[in-house]
């Protein structure tokens, strides 16, 4: 491939098409509409909960194979972490929580 030094090669990240359907409008919205549903409620309790999955990447190899072969495959362990946070609209953080598999904490 000739290279353009405008342009590079990249891998593109999967969205779903409902994701890519939101439009400033519909968050305009959103916004608006979660103002009116929590005005009556205090801020300690309202609390917002993200989970992060991480994995490690063993990265895409390049490999030679038969010709034929559509799809193949290189066999690796992969490993994960979830790390939990929590936040209320007051400013209140309790510790991430973190789950992880190990035979030792």
């Not at 309790?45 to 063993?58: A, K, R």
């Not at 495959?73 to 936040?87: D, H, L, P």
Request: with cysteine.
């Amino acid at each position: 491939m000739k290279h353009h030094p405008e342009l590079s090669v990249r891998f593109a990240a999967n969205i779903k098409r409902t994701r890519a359907a939101i439009n400033e409008q519909i968050l305009r919205d959103y916004v608006r509409n979660l103002g009116e549903v929590v005005k009556d409620i205090p801020s300690e309790n309202i609390w917002n909960f993200d989970e992060s999955n991480l994995t490690d990447d063993p990265g895409r190899k390049t490999v030679i194979v038969k010709c034929g072969i559509k799809y193949p495959e290189k066999i690796c362990s992969q490993k994960s972490v979830s790390i939990m946070i929590a936040g209320s609209a007051a400013g209140d953080i309790p510790p991430p929580y973190v789950v992880y598999r190990s035979s030792h904490l």
